[in-house]
């Protein structure tokens, strides 16, 4: 019995869904890299105000989710609970905007959010995000949507809906919010939280996850864009036409932090819950500002891992996952220990290309020699631990520069000289 447990909502990776997790971060840099996106890595935990400022105060993230501590020294200081602000501060920090016209980063690593644990919903989770700075154009939002997409079809998965809306600016998005106002204010019953943010933030009453009866008639988005925004908005649609990706327009797509305009996704899986998102976005035209630099349009999306690995349950994604080939070193007489010990090595690092010699494939897999058991008990063992061949040291071959190679599948026997 084990003493201790994991804390609540957090959960260990290991085995096939290790392996999984690789294997997405793997076809992920790829693509990544592909569109001349570059990693950037931030700290696990910033100024909690940054993340205050950036995602919102009237959030779920920042009034429920953030984990925030004091350090030693009193500084105020919270667990990152997304990417976007992290990257942007190290963005305006480092002056990455002087150094090329567009900035295009990535980011892989571990959120933390308090929020109930369920099915793909974890206290600490994993996620992958793009973000592209600079490009004000339509272009950007739909390269974005396309890289999520381009990641999710390397694993298979294809069966997603991508939604869109357009949250405009700041121009056009207070008439918006005055006409949500005046339309929530004539309903009764709302939940605790909508009647509180109601004033302060009435955009998030739309995701509200608890009452959907009040969106009936509810006030669009859409019909309160201005020119600019609209035109926006339109040629995203015809970009994604033109690329032959399917979306659908979702008005009620706000999304969970306030430093959004313009256009905002998210691609959700039948295979994770209707709800629930694999990965969502959007453009954030004035955040850099907000955060202390220049004006700079960005837009960019986060995919959840967990989640994606979720939706890769229903594909042949898991069931493709190539690893080497394990070659299991047995050694027949114990006082060949040392021997056998040293052949493994040669083994693993193919000296004198000693895998050819043996009929081995350059990249495989060593384990063994194993000390104290039966030729037997290793045979099981490695019967057990999947090994393709078996490579047996005995004391008669080796006197000849000779092993024996046994092939687990066929059950063949081979002696080889070295
Ligand atoms: P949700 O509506 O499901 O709470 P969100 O809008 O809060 O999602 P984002 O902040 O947009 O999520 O994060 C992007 C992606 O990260 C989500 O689409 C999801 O795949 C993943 N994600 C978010 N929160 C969690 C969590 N607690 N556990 C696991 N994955 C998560
Ligand atoms: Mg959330």
Do not use: W
């Not at 993340?51 to 500084?75: C, N």
């Not at 994993?126 to 950007?140: H, I, K």
């Not at 918006?176 to 109601?198: A, H, N, P, T």
């Not at 399917?246 to 008005?251: A, E, G, K, R, T």
Request: glycine share 6%; aromatic share 10%; with cysteine.
């Amino acid at each position: 019995m084990a003493i201790y447990k994991a804390p609540r909502g957090t959960h260990d990776i290991y085995g096939r869904i290790a392996l999984g997790l690789e294997k997405l971060d793997e076809y992920a840099r790829t693509v990544f890299k592909k569109h001349n996106f570059k990693e950037i890595k931030t700290p696990m935990f910033e100024d909690a105000a940054l993340f205050t400022r950036s995602i919102g105060e009237a959030t779920d993230i920042v009034e429920k989710e953030m984990y925030l501590f004091q350090d030693k020294k009193g500084r105020n200081l919270a667990l990152r609970p997304e990417g976007t602000a992290s990257l942007v501060r190290a963005y305006i920090e480092h002056r990455l905007d002087m150094e090329e016209p567009v900035g295009k980063f990535f980011y892989c690593g571990d959120m933390f959010r308090y929020e109930r644990p369920q099915a793909g919903r974890y206290r600490q989770f994993l996620q992958m995000g793009a973000e592209y700075l600079g490009n004000p154009n339509p272009n950007a939002d739909v390269e974005i949507i396309l890289l999520a997409k381009e990641i999710l079809s390397k694993l298979n998965i294809t069966d997603v809906v991508i939604h869109i809306n357009s949250l405009g600016c700041d121009k056009c998005r207070p008439v918006f919010r005055q006409k949500l106002v005046e339309y929530f204010s004539s309903i009764q019953d709302l939940c605790d939280d909508c009647k509180r943010r109601l004033e302060k933030n009435p955009l998030r009453l739309l995701d509200c996850k608890i009452d959907s009866r009040k969106f009936q008639n509810v006030p669009a988005m859409q019909q309160c864009l201005c020119q600019e925004c609209n035109e926006h908005f339109n040629k995203v649609q015809q970009l994604l036409k033109t690329v032959d990706c399917s979306y659908v327009i979702d008005d009620k797509l706000v999304r969970g932090l306030d430093y959004y305009t313009r256009t905002v996704f998210e691609v959700r899986s039948s295979a994770v819950g209707s709800h629930d998102a694999i990965c969502a976005g959007g453009r954030y035209d004035n955040l850099v500002k907000e955060l202390g630099g220049q004006q700079i349009p960005s837009v960019g999306f986060a995919l959840g891992s967990e989640r994606v690995l979720l939706a890769a349950e229903k594909t042949n994604f898991f069931d493709n996952i190539k690893t080497n080939d394990i070659v299991f070193v047995a050694v027949a007489d114990e006082f060949l220990f040392d021997k056998a010990f040293a052949f493994a090595n040669d083994l693993l690092i193919n000296k004198n290309n000693i895998c050819s010699k043996l009929n081995l494939p350059e990249k495989i897999t060593v384990e063994g020699p194993l000390y104290n058991k039966s030729l037997k008990a290793q045979f099981k063992l490695a019967d057990k631990i999947g090994a393709k061949k078996v490579v047996i040291l005995g004391n008669d071959e080796l006197v000849k520069n000779q092993v024996v190679v046994k092939d687990m599948q066929t059950q063949q026997q081979e002696l080889i000289s070295l």
